[in-house]
Every structure is written in C-alpha cells, then in structure tokens.
C-alpha cells in the first residue's frame, strides 16, 4: 500500500511475504485510520509535506553537536510551523487540534528524529488556552499563539517538585496598587525545570504558581507569562532563563529552567476560566469540581495513549520487515538459515507487539470519543463525569506508556546488532517513549490516582450504591468466590474483571485490617500502595482487554472474513498473552486448571503460527511511511544492508581517512613520546 517515491528493487524476501498475505492490506489501514476517507486525507497531508526539499539532512542529526542539531530542529520547526499555519489549517481549522493533530504529529516525525522545540507550543500552550483562558482571553491570545507571533510552553515543575503540585513553591502575588501580579521564586527548588522549548526557543510561556491574594493562599493557577524580548529574544529584566543539559532523549526540545524576581504581568494574564481576581484582589472560584484548572494535563494523557501506539506500530514496523529480512543461523543441519521470523521466539516477541499497536490505537480511539463526551458535559456545567474519567485516563496512561516502552525495546532485541544502530531508528524511539511513563503524572502516581477512585467504588458497591460504567463490573463480581473460567475471548476478559475485583476486594481488605490495629488510614493506605498499584494495573488491564475485543468485533463487522480472520486471531493473542502472563493472578481468583493453562499456552503457539504468514502484511497496514519510519532496517523495501552502509558513510569520521589525533596522541603513544 505504501506510496514511498523512487522504491527500487524490494528485497525478494519481503516481495514473498507481500505475495503471500492472505487479506488486502488496505482494508486494515482503513480500520485503523477510522475510516477510507480519512486515510484518502492523511495520504494527503502526508503527499503535500513530506517533500525532499524540507527534508534533506546533508550530515545525519546524530553526527552533529548539540547546538547544531537544536538549530536543526529550530530550522525544521520553523518551515513546519510555516506549513500548518499557511496550509495545513484548511484541512481541519481549529479541529487540528482534535483528530487531525495525530496526523500532523505523525508528518512532524518525518521532520524531528528527535523532538521539536515547539512541540510544548502546541500540544501544550495551544491547548491549555482553550481550556483555561475566557472567551475575552482566548481572542487575545488564540490568534496570536497559531500564528506563531509568541511561541510558548507549559511551566509547572519545579526542581523540588513535579508529582505533587500542591508542593509547588513558585508564587503570584497579586498587588492591586498596580493591578499586576508579582511572580517569584523564593528559593532554588522553586526554580520551573523541565519545560520543552524554554531553555532557548520560547518567548511567553504558561506558568503555575501559587497565587496569593489579600494575605491569603489560593493554590495554584495558571498564568501566561512573556518571559522574552519579541524583537532581541533577550530575557526580560527580573528573569532567569536556560536550558537543562544533556538527557536519555527529547535532547532537540531544549528543555529549560526559569527563575522569577519579583517579576510584575498584568493582572489580565491570569487564566480566568476557572477562577478569577478582581480588580481589588477579591478571589473568585468558579470551578465547582476543584480540580478543573488540571485539564491540559487530563488533555495530553488522552493523547498520549494514541502517541504510544503509534511509536508502537513504528517499531513493530521496523522489527517485523527486518526480521523477514534477516537470514541467521540453521534450524536442521544443512538447511538453508531462515528468516529469523521463522524462530517461534522470535514470532513471540514481535506479534504481541502488532496485537498491542492496535490494542492501544483503539483504546486510544474509544478514550478520544469518552473524552469528548467529558468535554461536552463540562461545557453544559456537569462535572459529574471527572472523578471516573480521571481515573480511566490516569491508568491508561501509565499501563499504554509503560507496555508501549518495554515492547519497543523488545523490538530493538529482536534486531540483534543493527538495532543498537542509531540509523535503525529504535534508540530514538524508545528514548522519546520511556519518558512518556513518566511526563504528565509518573506511573506509579497516576496508578494510585485510579486506586483511590477503585476503592470508593468498592465501597459505593458494598453500600449498594449505583456504579459508574467502567467500574460496573464490581457489581457482578462483588461476592467472593473464584470466577468462572472459560477459555473464549468473551471468558479471558470476564476472567480479567475477575481478577482485578479480587485484587480491589484483597486491597480494601488489606486497609480495614490495618486501620484495626490502630493505624491511620493514610497510613494504612500507604502500607498497602504495592497491592493498590497491582489493583489498579489489573483495572486497567481488563479495559484495555474488553475495549479492544468489542471495538475489533465491531470494526470489522463489514471487514471481508479474511481480515476479520486475522484481527480476531491478534485480538485471541492479546487476551491469551495477558492470561499466560497474569496466570498467577487466575489461579488465585478464577477457576482455571492447570489443564486450561496447558490448553492456553497450546492456543497461544498456534496462533503464532496461524498469524505468521500475515505479519509483514500486517505492519505494512500500519501504512508509515519511509520519511517517518526514519530506519535503514525498517524501510518497505529492506534494502537493510544497502541502507546500513550509506549511512555509515555519512559518518563526519569518515570524511578523511586519518583522523588528527592519531598524530596528536595515538602516534606518540605508539613511539614511547607521549
Ligand atoms: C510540532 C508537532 C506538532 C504536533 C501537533 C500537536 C499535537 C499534540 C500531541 C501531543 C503529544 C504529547 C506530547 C506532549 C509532551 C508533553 C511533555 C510533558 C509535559 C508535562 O509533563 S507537564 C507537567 C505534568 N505534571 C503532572 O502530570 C503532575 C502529576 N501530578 C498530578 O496530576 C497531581 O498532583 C496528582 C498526583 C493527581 C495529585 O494531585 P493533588 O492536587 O495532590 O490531588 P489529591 O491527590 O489530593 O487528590 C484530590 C482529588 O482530586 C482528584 N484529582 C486529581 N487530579 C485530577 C484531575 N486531573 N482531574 C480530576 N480529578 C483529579 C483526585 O482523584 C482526588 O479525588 P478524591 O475524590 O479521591 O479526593
Ligand atoms: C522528557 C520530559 C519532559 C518534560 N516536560 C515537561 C514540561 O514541558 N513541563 C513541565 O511542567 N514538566 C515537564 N516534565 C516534568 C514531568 O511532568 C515530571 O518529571 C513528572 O510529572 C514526574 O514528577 P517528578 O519528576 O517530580 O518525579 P517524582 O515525583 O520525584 O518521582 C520520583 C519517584 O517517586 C515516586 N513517587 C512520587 N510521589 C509518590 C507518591 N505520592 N506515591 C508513591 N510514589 C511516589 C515516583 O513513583 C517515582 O518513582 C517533563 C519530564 C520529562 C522527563
């Protein structure tokens, strides 16, 4: 299906493993896209931006310096940032910012191989104006924020604190003398840290502090802040500016520090939507949950689960057609060396990868439309939905985060060697995606924000109180007693409520006998927080397991029975991997036998079988182009070994055939001289 420009000859073996899939590789790319128009658009988009002449790089970004590749990033971002304001806005308008920001962000990796510099710009500031700022505001600063003339970031960590943000220490005083706020960092870990694009690219950015008023302490808010000159990009007198230093990855998006001295903004740059000062510092809250100001972050964990399916689906991409091309070692003496695709232990590795690509991507896709529900309630003045839909998206957020990461590293294990390549794409990929398990709420935090919500479930259902849809089950499952087992897919995913109603039961359990001896709740809370996160993950597990099993019944309802074939063979392999690695957790609350898990693991090899023939197929659905696969082993035609070599000629160390410092240290080492 790909449209890759100028493909020369296909690497023979993958040419077979096209020949040979048994379903038209489009009807897949359709399902996953939602739909043939909307892949007829994302081709579009994707013909119109990814041209040669935007995207040559003379030297690879990883053989330049640090400050050269931010420059690169900055000069890619800019022409970029020129394409979505100029163009790219007629395909969506402000939607852009809703489905089709997942296309742009796929384009925008053909552009990066690491980060863009403005990446906070607009997956952060863009979205935390429309929903923190007041009509009045959002017309002030909308306009000006998409079409680039202040380019901002999100500023809420701070050296001492990120998870807890009440802890933050950074403040906003308001003075009504001057009807202006005082921004101020009184000590060192009150420094911002961590936000991408303020080290070196940004001129305004948004800033929480806690805001203080008439003597009193409000907690934390909002705020936009200029922080740079529009025409010098000097810092403003009374701030303190810079970037981080080197990390594991994200090293083109200058994360910075920035520090306040009693730095004055006009009282009007307070986010006003959901509280408001008045003209002689009177506190008004207008946001009857309390925690609505905490939006953009609830926004990107949403988008986050599509983010790491795709990066998934990436390096599945490039796994699976480099391990159809790769040829090692003999599985009967004297036989020509297979395809390492034909290692059962390989097949294992890598298909469970494809499974959760799409199990994500459709989770991913139910969040999206569950979220915009949210919205719409919130735009009519319910808030009822919050509490669970905090919870929901905390979860998916950590488990899609934490899954995606392990199995992409998987992939670059399965590639032996060359994975360990750069040029091969993996590193880069799984740098970007392990600090997804951490930005926007650490794992472990976030898991235990959904434990909180699952035990007063289990309390609203012990006191037969009505329970919201996704924690519904707790009803069913709330006596103990084992769970039934039965091996169907509808059966796993019973199994897993099963179990994650167990761990819930076990947890409050766990509490109640605490407190009885005489320890505090948050004590005994505390002293339980490794089976709460257990609980949680097990919650999670068994939405992502029922989602993708209904969603992929239901996609492919109209599918042609060749690819409902194979999407229910990846969905029965998703549900029996998680049983066979959850199995302790089965034995423990359901009623499985042993001869059930033997039959288990019996399915599960069979369906490595069954799905071998359509793995390249399969990645090929994923339809991602050359230009953002980025990856000498991952391109469609596998010219892998072609591919390794022109890029390793790239390298500036082979520019001259002897480097200097062999005569500056190596030489005089060799002659005793040194
Ligand atoms: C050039 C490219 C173009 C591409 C186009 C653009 C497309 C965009 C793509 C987007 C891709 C994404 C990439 C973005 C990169 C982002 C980089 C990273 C940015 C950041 O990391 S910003 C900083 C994020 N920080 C955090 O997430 C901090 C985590 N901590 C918290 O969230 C909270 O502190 C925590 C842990 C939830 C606790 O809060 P606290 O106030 O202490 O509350 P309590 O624990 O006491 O709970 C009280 C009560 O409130 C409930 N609660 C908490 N949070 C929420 C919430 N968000 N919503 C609703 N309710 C909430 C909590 O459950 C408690 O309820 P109870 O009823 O139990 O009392
Ligand atoms: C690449 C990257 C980009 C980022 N970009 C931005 C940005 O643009 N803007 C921004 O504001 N921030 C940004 N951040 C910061 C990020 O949001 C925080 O690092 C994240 O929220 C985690 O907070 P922390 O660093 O304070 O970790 P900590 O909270 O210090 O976590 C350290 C450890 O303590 C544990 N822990 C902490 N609290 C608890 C608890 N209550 N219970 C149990 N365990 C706990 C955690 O599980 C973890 O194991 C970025 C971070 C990274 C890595």
């Not at 080197?246 to 903004?265: E, H, Q, S, V, W």
């Not at 989770?363 to 669970?388: A, M, N, Q, Y």
């Not at 890029?647 to 240290?665: D, G, I, Q, T, W």
């Amino acid at each position: 299906m790909s449209d890759n420009k100028g493909v020369r000859r296909v690497n023979e073996d993958l040419a077979r493993e096209r020949a040979n899939c048994s379903f038209d590789v489009r009807e897949i790319t359709f399902l996953l896209d939602g739909g043939e128009n909307n892949t007829i658009t994302r081709k579009k988009i994707e013909d119109f931006t990814l041209t040669d002449e935007l995207l040559s790089d003379k030297v690879p970004d990883e053989c330049l310096s640090p400050k050269e590749k931010y420059e690169n990033a900055v000069r890619k971002s800019c022409l970029f940032g020129k394409l979505v304001k100029d163009k790219l806005l007629e395909f969506g308008g402000l939607e852009t910012f809703g489905p089709n920001s997942f296309v742009l962000r796929r384009i925008a990796d053909a552009f990066f191989k690491e980060i863009s510099p403005l990446l906070l710009h607009l997956g952060m500031f863009v979205p935390t104006i429309l929903g923190q700022c007041t009509a009045e505001q959002q017309s002030e600063w909308l306009p000006r924020a998409l079409s680039m003339q202040v380019i901002g970031t999100y500023a809420q960590t701070e050296l001492g604190h990120g998870t807890f943000i009440r802890g933050l220490e950074t403040t906003a005083t308001y003075d009504p003398e001057t009807e202006e706020f005082v921004l101020h960092s009184p000590t060192l870990s009150s420094f911002k840290w961590w936000a991408g694009g303020l080290g070196k690219t940004v001129n305004h950015c948004i800033v929480v502090a806690q805001l203080h008023t008439k003597g009193q302490c409000h907690g934390t808010h909002p705020f936009i802040v200029q922080i740079r000159d529009l025409e010098t990009h000097q810092p403003l007198p009374g701030i303190k500016v810079g970037e981080i230093g080197p990390k594991l990855g994200f090293n083109t998006a200058d994360n910075g520090f920035l520090g306040f001295d009693k730095y004055r903004i006009p009282r009007m740059n307070m986010m006003m939507k959901n509280a408001q000062i008045l003209k002689d510092g009177t506190y008004v809250k207008l946001d009857r949950h309390g925690k609505m100001t905490y939006g953009t972050m609830v926004f990107i964990r949403v988008m986050v689960v599509n983010e790491v399916a795709f990066n998934l689906a990436k390096a599945a991409t490039i796994a699976v057609r480099y391990s159809a091309v790769r040829r090692q070692s003999e599985k009967k003496p004297g036989e020509p060396e297979p395809q390492i695709l034909d290692y059962v232990t390989q097949q294992h590795k890598l298909f469970i990868c494809i499974a959760t690509a799409h199990a994500l991507q459709l989770t991913s896709d139910w969040l999206w439309r569950t979220f915009s529900g949210v919205v719409t309630d919130i735009k009519h003045g319910k808030t009822d939905s919050l509490p669970e839909f905090h919870a929901l998206s905390s979860c998916l957020k950590a488990i899609s985060t934490s899954d995606a990461a392990l199995l992409i590293e998987q992939c670059r294990h399965s590639c032996g060697g060359h994975g360990y390549m750069m040029s091969s794409n993996l590193p880069l990929i799984y740098s970007f995606v392990t600090a997804t398990r951490t930005y926007e709420g650490d794992y472990t935090v976030l898991l235990l924000q959904t434990a909180r919500f699952l035990i007063k479930a289990w309390e609203q259902a012990e006191a037969g109180k009505p329970l919201t849809p996704t924690v519904s089950y707790l009803t069913k499952y709330f006596k103990d007693g084992r769970v039934p087992w039965d091996s169907t897919s509808e059966g796993i995913v019973n199994a897993a409520y099963g179990v994650a109603a167990g761990k819930i039961s076990a947890c409050v359990k766990s509490i109640r006998n605490r407190v009885k001896t005489g320890l505090s709740y948050e004590d005994a809370w505390d002293l339980t927080t490794v089976q709460l996160v257990a609980a949680a993950e097990a919650h999670c597990r068994a939405v992502i397991c029922d989602v993708y099993r209904s969603e992929a019944v239901r996609l492919t309802e109209k599918s042609s029975p060749n690819v409902r074939a194979v999407m229910r063979q990846l969905t029965t392999l998703y549900l029996h991997y998680w049983a066979l690695e959850r199995i302790g957790d089965l034995l423990r609350y359901s009623a499985v036998s042993e001869e059930d898990v033997v039959a288990l693991q019996q399915k599960y090899e069979e369906l490595l079988a069954l799905i071998r023939p359509d793995a390249v197929g399969l990645v090929d659905a994923f339809d991602i182009r050359d230009e953002i696969l980025n990856s000498t082993l991952g391109a469609y035609d596998g010219r892998v070994y072609e591919r390794l070599m022109e890029e390793a000629l790239k390298s500036p160390l082979n520019a001259e055939p002897v480097n200097r410092s062999f005569h500056m240290y190596l030489k005089p080492l060799m002659q005793g001289k040194l």
